[in-house]
C-alpha cells in the first residue's frame, strides 16, 4: 500500500461525521481497547492533525495576512506547536537544528510546506512536501536560499509575550534565524500568535470523534473512583484513590494531561483536606477532584463532587443538595453566554452578574481546550494583562473545544452556615450553530457513596 494511499485511507477512517451520543458513550462504557494499538493510535493521530492542516492551514494564514511561517526547533528544546505537524516523525526526533517552514504563494496556488534539517523520517511527509537535509554546511543556506526566492512580505515566528504556544523560539535560534534569512527579511518577522489562534481554534469532525471518547473515558473513570469500588469509608484515604485513578488512566493507554488534584470538603473544616495530608474519607465528607487525559493529542479537564453518606442517610442533606444544585444552575447559565463573537471576559461578568441576580456566589474562569489543557482561544477570566495576556479578551468561535470551569460558594445550615464551595468543570464544544455542547454529562447531582452500617 503507497504511503498516500494510506494517508488517505486514514483520513477517511477518521472524518466520519460524529453522532450525537453512541449508546457506549451514553453509559461512559470505553474498555481499554477501544482505541486499538499504539500504531493505530499514533497513526489516527497523524491522520487527524494533518488533514486538518491540509484543509484549514492556509487559509487561516490568508485570513491574518501571512505569506510564511518559519517554525524553529532543535534537539531538547522542540517548538511545541510541532506536535500539531507531525511531532516526532514517530521515528525520528526534532534533529540538530531545524526550520519547518509553510509558505503560501498565493492565487490558486496550494500551500508549501517543507522541512530544513537533520533526522527526520518519511512519516513527516503526510505534513511536509519534502524534506531537504543539509550536511556540515549546516541548515543557514539553505533556509537562506529558500526565503530569499520565495521573497515573502509578512514572516510568521513563534514569538509572544503571553501565549506560551505561540512562544517556542528561543533567544539563540531567534539570532540565528535572523542572521540566516538577513535583511530585509529579519524586518518582517513577527509574531505567530494570532495565526496560532485562528488555525488551533477550529475543530474538525474527526478531533470532535477523540475529543468524545477522551471525554467520556475520564467521566468513566472518576466516576468508578468515587463510588464504593474503591473507597470504603473510614478505611480509604485521599491518596489511595489518587493511586487507583493514576493506575486506571495508565491501563487504559491514556496519555498524561495533569495529575489528579483531590480534596476532601468536611463540617467543622474550613479549608479543605488536600491529598498531601493524605487524610482518611470519612462518611460525611465531600470529595472533589478535578483531572484530564490525552488521548491521540486530545487533552479533558474535569472536575466532580461526591457526597459520602453517613450509615442510615440515602440522600445527601439538604443544604449540599441545593449548593449542588445551584452550581448546576450557574453551569447552565455558562452554556447560554458563551456565545460566538463575545469575549471572554464579558461572558465572565454576564454569568457572574446574572448568578447575583439569583442569590448564587459564583466565580467564573473557565477556558478552551484541547491540544493543550488551557488552550489557544479565549478564556472567561479577568482581564489581568499580565497574567492572561490576550486571552481575555478574544471572542469565542465556532468549533472551539471548551472547559466549563466554576465555583460556586454556598452557606450549607446542616454544617452550622460553614461555606462550601462546589468547583466544577466540564468538556464542551461550541457547535457550527453557536449552541454549547457538552461532550460528556454534565453532573447533575452530587454522585454518592455509601458507607457500612
Keep these: 500500500m503507497s504511503a498516500e494511499f494510506m494517508l488517505l485511507a486514514l483520513t477517511l477512517a477518521v472524518t466520519l461525521p460524529v453522532a450525537a451520543r453512541d449508546t457506549a458513550a451514553v453509559h461512559g462504557v470505553y474498555p481499554a481497547t477501544r482505541s486499538g494499538s499504539a500504531l493505530d493510535r499514533v497513526m489516527r493521530e497523524s491522520a487527524v492533525k494533518a488533514e486538518k492542516m491540509r484543509l484549514y492551514l492556509q487559509p487561516a494564514m490568508r485570513r491574518n495576512g501571512i505569506d510564511m511561517w518559519i517554525i524553529m526547533s532543535r534537539e531538547f528544546h522542540p517548538d511545541p506547536i510541532l506536535d500539531l505537524f507531525g511531532g516526532y516523525g514517530i521515528t525520528g526526533w526534532y534533529g540538530h537544528r531545524n526550520a519547518y517552514v509553510f509558505y503560501d504563494p498565493g492565487g490558486d496556488a496550494p500551500l508549501e510546506s517543507v522541512i530544513f534539517g ?102 468513566n473513570i472518576l466516576k468508578r473512583a468515587f463510588s464504593n469500588e474503591v473507597i470504603t469509608p473510614g478505611q480509604t484515604s485521599l491518596m489511595e484513590v489518587w493511586g ?162 466554576f465555583r460556586t460558594l454556598t452557606a450549607i445550615p446542616e454544617w452550622g452556615g460553614q461555606l462550601v464551595p462546589m468547583a466544577r468543570e466540564e468538556d464542551a464544544w461550541v457547535d457550527d450553530d453557536g449552541k454549547v455542547r457538552f461532550i460528556s454529562g454534565p453532573q447533575q447531582e452530587l454522585w454518592l457513596i455509601h458507607s457500612r452500617e
Excluded: C
Excluded at 124 to 136: A, K, P, V
Excluded at 138 to 162: C, F, M, Q, W
Excluded at 330 to 354: C, D, F, H, W
Design 118 to 219: 537533520t533526522h527526520q523520517s518519511d512519516h513527516m511527509l503526510q505534513f511536509f512536501d519534502r524534506i531537504e537535509s543539509y550536511s556540515e554546511e549546516g541548515l543557514k543556506p539553505h533556509l537562506r536560499e529558500y526565503v530569499h526566492l520565495v521573497d515573502p512580505d509578512r514572516i510568521a515566528i513563534n514569538r509572544s509575550r503571553t501565549v506560551s504556544m505561540a512562544d517556542g523560539v528561543t533567544a539563540e535560534m531567534l539570532a540565528y534565524l535572523e542572521d540566516a534569512v538577513g535583511e530585509p527579511y529579519a524586518s518582517r518577522l513577527e509574531s505567530s500568535e494570532l495565526l496560532i489562534f485562528d488555525y488551533v481554534g477550529i475543530r474538525t469532525d474527526a478531533e470532535l470523534k477523540i475529543e468524545t471518547e477522551a471525554s467520556w473515558r475520564t467521566w
Design 244 to 405: 487507583w485513578i493514576v493506575d486506571e488512566w495508565k491501563s487504559q493507554h491514556l496519555e498524561f494531561n495533569f495529575p489528579p488534584d483531590l480534596t476532601i470538603h468536611r463540617r467543622g473544616v474550613d479549608d479543605g483536606l488536600s491529598a498531601s495530608s493524605d487524610p482518611v474519607i470519612l462518611p460525611g465528607d465531600i470529595i472533589h477532584v478535578d483531572f484530564g487525559v490525552r488521548l491521540m493529542g486530545l487533552v479533558t479537564d474535569q472536575q466532580h463532587l461526591a457526597y459520602v453518606l453517613r450509615p442510615g442517610e440515602t440522600a445527601a442533606p439538604e443544604g449540599l443538595q441545593e449548593a449542588f444544585r445551584q452550581s448546576v444552575r450557574v453551569g447552565q447559565m455558562y452554556a447560554e453566554e458563551l456565545k460566538p463573537g463575545t469575549s471572554g471576559v464579558e461572558v465572565k461578568e454576564n454569568i457572574e452578574r446574572r448568578a447575583r441576580d439569583a442569590n448564587i456566589d459564583a466565580l467564573i474562569y473557565g477556558h478552551t481546550q484541547g491540544n493543550w489543557v488551557h488552550g489557544v482561544g479565549a478564556r472567561t477570566v479577568f482581564d489581568w494583562p499580565d497574567r492572561y495576556g490576550i486571552f481575555a479578551g478574544k471572542p469565542v468561535k465556532t468549533r472551539e473545544f471548551w472547559s466549563i470551569e
